[in-house]
């Protein structure tokens, strides 16, 4: 049982582990980005019209429509240079960037300035209200070699806790764009904010459908989807490595009733010599390994619980959030993860009794009984 109660232990941990990082993960990334953005293949401008943009916003689902600007840029202050990716978009799409709004240290948001993660501003050596100089590296093929140039301040700081999206992404309104790089009629591409992600597939049907030649809708999942990736790569070792426990508890199981068997010899012996039916005897074994599976089990759940309990309360197990996005383990434990290990563990309990049981039945009371 106590074999069992480890196994099962582990097996949900560690289900419960992938699915609490990539749960933590998805919701930074979602809060960092658009639902969806509609982007060109070819650099031959951005001609998507007017009417095509009141086509878009009408789809059931779309919650709002809104121009985006990227510029690659370069800050300097303090005598430290850092180069970022600068995001441009109204003020209301920006408040729904979650990751960055309701991780603002402070200032004045509805100020013009630039808004920075904390791991950026750390490198610049530079706080709330600092001046620094951007520099539009996107300029130097315009102006012959030399970059627009603007002074600015910083009117927020974020910190996402995903320090490598800190250190690379900056934003700012659009008006503050204007204020800085005159650049009102330049729009790289739209981003499209959903009232239910499970909808984006469907939307984004639709809205190709509207688009025109050399514009294509991609999500947040594609834009990101090497992070993706390599999450689903790691998930499977994990998980075949911490079902091998189940494997070692399912093996321990038939060992143990064979054990019980060659110790109750005489008893199964006296039982067959009195009228036991051999199914009955194969019951009595199968219900024992069913036991031991299902105490098992239920040992092994209620500790997953004590120690999801214990680290999402306490954060026993720290983690480098520059490496893996978050600052400690993060645990979720699904109702399909439990049911569907609960009945293959039951199951295998079941099964690892079987040949025991069938061994049992075989015993000849006359044999048993003058070997006695």
């Not at 330049?186 to 459908?209: A, H, R, Y």
């Not at 514009?215 to 990101?224: A, G, N, Q, V």
């Not at 026993?316 to 490496?323: A, F, M, Q």
């Not at 993060?330 to 025991?356: Q, R």
């Amino acid at each position: 049982m106590i074999g069992m109660a480890l196994g099962v232990t582990a097996l949900v941990l560690s289900l419960g582990i992938m699915r609490g990082f990539e749960s933590v993960v998805t919701s930074k990334i979602i809060g960092f980005d658009t639902h969806i953005r509609i982007e060109k293949l070819f650099e031959s401008g951005f001609n998507l019209s007017d009417q095509k943009i009141a086509e878009i916003s009408r789809i059931k689902g779309v919650e709002q429509i809104f121009r985006i600007r990227k510029a690659e840029v370069m800050l300097k202050a303090n005598g430290i240079t850092e180069g970022a990716l600068l995001e441009v978009m109204p003020e209301e799409a920006l408040s729904q960037l979650y990751s960055v709004s309701s991780n603002y240290r402070g200032g004045e948001t509805d100020q013009p300035g630039l808004i920075i993660g904390l791991a950026l501003a750390e490198q610049l050596q530079i706080e709330l209200s600092d001046p620094l100089l951007i520099y539009d590296l996107g300029s130097l093929v315009d102006q012959k070699g030399f970059p627009s140039i603007a002074r600015t301040e910083v009117k927020a700081i974020y910190e996402s806790g995903m320090v490598d999206y800190d250190k690379s992404y900056l934003y700012c309104s659009l008006e503050t764009m204007d204020l800085l790089f005159q650049k009102e009629d330049v729009t790289d591409n739209f981003g499209i904010l959903l009232s239910d992600l499970s909808i984006t597939n469907e939307v984004m049907g639709k809205i190709d459908e509207i688009l025109p030649y050399s514009h294509l809708s991609i999500s947040w999942r594609d834009r990101h989807q090497t992070l993706f990736n390599w999450m689903k790569t790691q998930q499977l070792p994990i998980f075949v490595i911490f079902s091998l426990i189940m494997v070692v508890a399912v093996v321990n199981i038939a060992s143990s009733l064979i054990l019980i068997i060659m110790e109750k010899r005489s008893e199964i012996g006296t039982l067959r010599a009195l009228g036991t039916s051999r199914k009955r005897i194969r019951r009595i074994f199968a219900m024992e390994g069913l036991m031991i599976g299902l105490i098992g089990t239920a040992l092994g759940f209620v500790l997953s619980i004590i120690l999801t309990w214990l680290q999402s309360t306490f954060g026993i197990i720290s983690l480098p959030s520059d490496v893996y996005f978050m600052d400690k383990v993060t645990i979720e434990i699904a109702f399909d993860d439990v049911a569907i290990i609960s009945g293959i563990v039951i199951l295998l309990a079941i099964l690892s009794s079987l040949i025991p049981a069938m061994h049992a039945s075989r015993v000849k009371p006359a044999e048993a009984l003058r070997n006695e």
